[in-house]
């Protein structure tokens, strides 16, 4: 598949951190302060589904515990080599390596 676009090149890591602060309440909120997030939706042009890149800070947590119906969710650890991804089935989550 060929995908044009009229966006210059662009590298994630150099994308602006997000500026809004996390809406959770405490003791969420300082539960999500070891972490930066780079939204790259509008840098890439992406329409249709959301992409961040999140970096986790020693101690760090990606997100809480939370369900999107309909949704998938994808996880890699571009620095370990891990990725895991969350797959909706029948009303459930699945975790797979």
């Known amino acids: 598949m060929t995908v044009t676009t009229d966006l210059?090149?662009?590298r994630a890591a150099t994308a602006p951190l997000r500026t809004k602060p996390s809406n959770y309440?405490?003791?969420f909120f300082s539960r999500m302060a070891r972490r930066e997030?780079?939204?790259?939706g509008d840098l890439f042009g992406l329409k249709k589904f959301g992409v961040n890149?999140?970096?986790?800070?020693?101690g760090g947590e990606?997100?809480?515990?939370h369900r999107q119906p309909g949704c998938e969710a994808s996880v890699e650890d571009t620095e370990a080599g891990?990725?895991?991804?969350s797959v909706p089935i029948s009303g459930t989550?699945?975790?797979v390596r």
Not at 37 to 40: A, G, I, Q, S
Not at 53 to 58: D, I, K, Q, R, Y
């Open 82 to 85: 891990v990725s895991t991804k």
């Open 53 to 58: 890149l999140t970096t986790l800070l020693p």
């Open 37 to 40: 997030k780079r939204p790259l």
């Open 25 to 27: 309440p405490e003791p």
């Open 8 to 10: 210059p090149p662009a």
């Open 62 to 65: 990606s997100a809480l515990l």
């Open 93 to 95: 989550e699945t975790s």
